[in-house]
């Protein structure tokens, strides 16, 4: 009988120690300051089952945008957005609220850049926009956020930043 309450013991302190090792990470927030010709941070750590917000804050006195992806396209020899979007990729659709302020404005592509993928924009000083999302198995890996605006100045003046994505 006292083996089979020490087997017991055993296998019941396994489950829960499996059952600690898959539970869902805390919810994590963070705050992006858009300028010239910067993110900040400009690291973003994630990890799998996490629910991101970035708060979003143009304190810059140009137009923003933020893009998440990997392998820059380029028109006309000018960086342009990413070859494979990060929010695609994972089939995944971020949730954005806009500042009332900005009202109309849409994320997505944006025509008259001609990017593709998914993107929010900040086109004046003190606009906001938060986005939120539960980061996939998908994601996993490094991610790169920039700002292709005055096509592609920013993103080569280093508006470049990272989105890595743990287990």
Not at 57 to 65: D, I, Y
Not at 132 to 148: H, R
Not at 150 to 156: I, M, R, S
Request: hydrophobic share 40%.
């Amino acid at each position: 009988m006292k083996k089979y309450s020490y087997s017991l013991i055993v296998v019941l302190f396994a489950a829960l120690l499996a059952a600690c090792a898959q539970s869902t990470p805390e919810p994590v927030t963070y705050t992006i300051d858009m300028t010239e010709y910067a993110f900040t941070p400009s690291t973003i750590e994630a990890k799998v089952g996490q629910q991101v917000t970035l708060n979003l804050v143009n304190k810059g006195t140009l137009e923003h945008e933020i893009m998440f992806g990997r392998e820059v396209m380029k028109m006309n020899n000018r960086p342009n957005g990413y070859q494979t979007d990060m929010f695609e990729e994972a089939g995944i659709e971020p949730t954005v609220m806009m500042m009332e302020s900005m009202e109309g404005m849409e994320e997505g592509g944006h025509e008259e850049e001609g990017h593709t993928g998914f993107m929010v924009l900040l086109p004046k000083t003190g606009d906001q926009a938060t986005l939120t999302f539960t980061v996939t198995k998908d994601m996993v890996g490094e991610w790169e956020m920039g700002c292709f605006e005055l096509e592609g100045v920013h993103y080569d003046s280093g508006m470049v930043g990272k989105f890595i994505v743990s287990q």
